[in-house]
């Protein structure tokens, strides 16, 4: 069992967004940054398919060479092997990052190395595109899933779910294939400090693909408008029962 | 022309698919030409009577029986197929998952770029688009290339709204060529069984805990004041990242979106990513040690102060209350 982890590097957003002086990114002088947390899951799934299964884990990302950061991030929890698509730290559409990563697959199978299940998250945290993982899926003609919180081997085959609104729905797909997943599909591990050290010391190939003008592109950026706004304090502590009850009221909850 | 693809339950769109027919029949106005459908799975023509409210002229109905089961390679191959046929100017879909989904394989069928979650469109050279980032905490003008614009709408980027003449919808039918190849993914519905829970999504009430809930045993008070008020519990992804409560709970960017008359959140900060999942609700109650905590400032409500010590004193005045006794006048 051979696994492929696509990941993407995103900045660690909490309180409120601020967008640097020409709005084409958000500024991220005060942040950390982070997998986006649908391919954390991702990393973990690949993780425990070949604790379960054995064979082998890689983990993939197009981003500047700080991204080399995640790559490490998935190594410490048990990915064995890291490739860094090189960016020139422009913004990648999601033509140009899907080519770009279709292509690298397709050396690695050039170079021996093919993948039974290539895993992605459902859309990047950041931009959001929602088509990644189906256009890598289409261009090397494997089957796809997305959206998936819940994958079950056995057989060369993948048992897949995921939620709708009024429950689940299922589906089996022959390996090798594609899955997009979905945060909830289990809960990561936290690394351990013999893993970071490890990681630390592993080699990161790197591949520096052509950027292309995928037909999508970005112009600026900008936060959506606030509607003014005021908040009414009830009370401190235990002060504020009635207060409250009276709010559930005249809401017409009690 | 603008051809819009719509999801429907035996031919009745769904709310989504109402709102992309609003817009791509407001696009359509405004490019100077017509609007089209097209509908996939059983009883798609059904839904001709509730299109001719939305200014659609054609509904293309792709005629095979394989289609019944979702399978989202076969469908996007039917409207793949149509596009080349009818070479509309601009296909749009709802950025479901199934209609993201398809959409996406349509694109890569056609070669063309796609912009996912747009909320405003504006037609000609270039043709721009707002779409969201971020769960819709950042929004992105681009530039959308290829000589067909692909596009989903987000959810509630406007109201659905029909238009008060009606038109004269035509039924084609066409039988697209599918390949067995395209039916290598079909979704299946599971039946689940009924816990009788109320829905995080549906939910009147949530009671929503995070970090300074404490502890998982923390969440006893919210479980009691949600029961009482006949809601449900969600939390902060802090909280499912440490295994407080279920993923399923979790309210978010990366969880559910919620959309109650009352959200009570309960040692939650207020990170975007949080607020992405509860902006539409339709009152917002924070809880919080912090009153400079942003869930405060975009909160209708505060009580500054310890949760377990604020819940425990409204749950017991909403006990005495249920119980018919006067509430307590604030002190
Ligand atoms: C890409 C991405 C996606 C994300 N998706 C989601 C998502 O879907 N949902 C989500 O929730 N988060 C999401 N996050 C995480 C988010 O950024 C925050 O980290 C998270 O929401 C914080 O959870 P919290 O408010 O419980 O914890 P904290 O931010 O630690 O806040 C705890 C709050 O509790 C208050 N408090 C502490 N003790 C008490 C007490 N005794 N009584 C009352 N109040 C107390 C504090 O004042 C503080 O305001 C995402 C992050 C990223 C980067």
Redesign the pocket.
């Known amino acids: 069992m051979n696994v492929l982890v696509c990941v993407k590097r995103?900045?660690?957003?909490?309180?409120q967004i601020t967008l640097t002086a020409d709005a084409q990114d958000i500024d991220t002088r005060y942040l950390g940054f982070?997998i986006?947390?649908h391919e954390e899951c991702a990393v973990e799934e690949a993780v425990r398919m070949i604790e379960a299964h054995g064979g082998s884990t890689t983990v993939l990302t197009l981003g500047p060479e700080a991204a080399t950061d995640q790559l490490r991030d998935a190594m410490a929890l048990g990915i064995e092997r890291a490739i860094l698509l090189q960016s020139d730290g422009r913004e990648w559409d999601p033509v140009a990052t899907a080519s770009a990563i279709v292509e690298a697959i397709e050396a690695e199978g050039a170079a021996g190395r093919s993948y039974d299940l290539v895993l992605f998250g459902n859309e990047s945290?950041?931009s959001a595109g929602y088509q990644v993982g189906v256009r890598v899926a289409d261009a090397l003609d494997l089957p796809c899933a997305t959206g998936i919180k819940a994958i079950e081997l056995s057989d060369g085959r993948a048992t897949v779910r995921r939620q709708t609104e009024s429950g689940w729905e299922s589906a089996e797909l022959a390996l090798p294939a594609v899955v997009t997943v979905k945060?909830g599909l289990n809960l990561p591990r936290y690394p351990s400090l013999p893993g970071r050290l490890k990681a630390k010391k592993k080699e990161v190939e790197r591949i520096t693909p052509q950027w292309r003008d995928g037909g999508l592109e970005k112009v600026r950026l900008k936060l959506p408008v606030q509607a003014e706004h005021t908040v009414e304090i009830l009370g401190k502590n235990g002060d504020a029962g009635a207060q409250l009850v009276e709010v559930f009221q005249r809401l017409r909850l009690l | 022309m603008v051809l819009a693809f719509i999801e429907h339950v035996a031919g009745a769109p769904t709310m989504l698919s109402l709102e992309v027919l609003t817009m791509a029949n407001r696009l359509a106005g405004e490019m100077g030409t017509q609007l089209e459908a097209i509908a996939i799975g059983p009883n798609a023509a059904a839904a001709t009577g509730i299109l001719s409210s939305y200014g659609v002229s054609t509904l293309h109905v792709a005629d095979d029986g394989r289609l019944a089961d979702y399978a989202p390679a076969a469908w996007a191959h039917a409207i793949a197929e149509l596009v080349r046929e009818v070479d509309p100017d601009v296909v749009i879909g709802t950025a479901s998952d199934r209609g993201g989904e398809v959409m996406a394989h349509v694109a890569t069928r056609m070669k063309l770029p796609m912009a996912a979650n747009c909320t405003e469109i504006a037609p000609g050279d270039p043709f721009t688009v707002i779409r969201q980032r971020?769960?819709g905490s950042l929004l992105e003008e681009a530039h959308l290339k290829g000589t067909i614009k692909l596009l989903t709408l987000a959810p509630h980027a406007l109201t659905a709204a029909a238009s008060p003449s009606r038109t004269e919808v035509t039924t084609h039918a066409f039988s697209p060529a599918l390949d067995d190849k395209d039916f290598r993914v079909r979704l299946q519905p599971q039946v689940e069984v009924d816990t009788g829970k109320i829905s995080l999504a549906q939910a009147r009430v949530v009671v929503?805990?995070?970090?300074?809930?404490?502890s998982a045993e923390g969440f006893a008070a919210l479980e009691e004041l949600a029961g009482l008020l006949g809601g449900a519990v969600g939390?902060?992804?802090?909280?499912?990242?440490l295994g407080w409560r279920p993923h399923s709970d979790?309210?978010?960017?990366?969880?559910?979106r919620i959309a109650p008359d009352l959200y009570i959140?309960?040692?939650?900060?207020?990170?975007?990513?949080?607020m992405?999942?509860c902006r539409a609700a339709k009152h917002i109650l924070a809880?919080?040690?912090?009153a400079g905590?942003?869930?405060?400032a975009q909160a209708d409500y505060a009580v500054i102060?310890?949760?377990?010590?604020?819940l425990a004193a409204v749950n017991a005045e909403v006990r005495r209350v249920k119980a018919g006794e006067p509430s307590r006048s604030p002190a």
């Open positions: 995103v900045p660690a957003t909490a309180g982070t986006s947390p945290a950041d945060e | 971020w769960g929503g805990g995070g970090r300074g809930v404490g939390c902060s992804r802090a909280v499912t990242s979790q309210v978010g960017q990366t969880g559910t959140a309960c040692g939650i900060s207020g990170a975007i990513q949080h992405v999942g809880i919080n040690t912090d905590a942003p869930i405060v102060g310890d949760v377990q010590k604020v």
